[in-house]
């Protein structure tokens, strides 16, 4: 009798481990704003688990609407997580609520390696290793920009490929770490040499920098700059704290190598959208904390500035790989 009630016991806890592990993996995809996303576990080539979250848009897959919703991925500040953009990823998600909706987006929130629940390794012999943001290095920052983007590219291929979305209208929000990331990943995305068959690179259309770094632990805005296809060819929005000095030098950097690519001013003296703006903000905050401060502010901004300049744009829908939906 001692025995059954033993394993009666056991059973019991297993069953409420099991729900606990289940509701708190639900709250996690939970951000404040109340907007529920998919929780997603991705692995990078060098054994990163990364945590990745994905919010679809409301518009059924396989239709034409779909192959026109515009994915958004969203870049974390450095020692910080995917939820301080949830508000954010909410705001995009809401627009095209409607199963019919022309103009829609579907989200992704990636926490990137040694941040938030990516924070594991698993190494060739198969160890899990912890991974602490304090302790990266050079290449840790690299790899981001590389193969923890190169991750979410291919879950991003995925839901092209399912009739979801249209990997050529990517856009990312990048703050502060983020923004150095993602300018590095759509540099790699604007150089990528074209397949014999099918589509590869240039899928970037739309770039928004929070706080942007003209370099930040290795990762540099210089070889971007240089690269007139890329500053021609992507809508940029930069947003700045203007109080704090430095980060004011270097958006207007930043600045300053796009103005060219961008003019406001056709040849034929008519005014015209230039693809390039910049919202400096009456604030010393920078990044994730400048968004929480002025979220009410920046993030309709945001969403305004993506969908006019590259949801509203119809561009073509290309299957990648496997089977047309």
Not at 30 to 43: H, I, R
Not at 77 to 103: C, F, N, R, T, W
Request: glycine letters at 8%; proline letters at 5%; one cysteine or more.
């Amino acid at each position: 009798m001692f025995a059954s009630r033993k394993w009666a016991c056991l059973a019991l806890a297993f069953v409420l481990t099991f729900t606990s592990a289940r509701v708190f993996g639900q709250a996690a995809a939970v951000g404040e704003s109340g907007a529920a996303g998919d929780a997603t576990p991705l692995t990078t080539k060098d054994g990163v688990q990364l945590q990745l979250t994905y919010l679809p848009s409301a518009v059924r897959k396989g239709t034409p609407q779909a192959k026109q919703v515009t994915p958004v991925v969203l870049l974390h500040d450095y020692k910080s997580s995917h939820a301080a953009l949830m508000s954010l990823a909410a705001k995009l998600q809401a627009v095209g609520a409607e199963p019919s909706a022309k103009i829609a987006f579907a989200v992704v929130l990636v926490d990137l390696r040694a941040h938030g629940a990516s924070n594991k390794l698993i190494s060739p012999q198969g160890e899990a290793l912890e991974l602490d943001a304090a302790k990266l290095n050079k290449e840790g920052f690299y790899a981001m920009a590389s193969l923890d983007m190169e991750a979410v590219r291919h879950f991003l291929v995925d839901k092209n490929d399912e009739g979801e979305l249209n990997l050529n209208k990517l856009c990312i929000v990048g703050s502060g770490m983020g923004a150095s990331v993602g300018v590095n990943w759509a540099l790699q995305d604007w150089t990528a040499p074209p397949l014999a068959l099918g589509k590869q690179g240039q899928d970037v259309k739309g770039l928004v920098l929070v706080s942007p770094q003209w370099s930040f632990n290795g990762l540099s805005m210089q070889d971007a700059m240089k690269f007139a296809p890329l500053k021609k060819n992507v809508a940029w929005l930069l947003v700045c704290g203007e109080q704090d000095a430095k980060a004011k030098t270097d958006c207007n950097r930043i600045q300053k190598q796009l103005e060219r690519f961008h003019p406001d001013t056709a040849k034929s003296g008519t005014k015209q959208s230039s693809g390039l703006l910049v919202e400096m903000q009456p604030s010393a905050l920078q990044g994730d904390m400048l968004l929480s401060k002025l979220g009410d502010t920046i993030e309709p901004a945001i969403v305004k500035f993506l969908t006019k300049s590259v949801a509203a744009t119809q561009y073509p829908w290309t299957n990648r790989r496997g089977k047309l939906p």
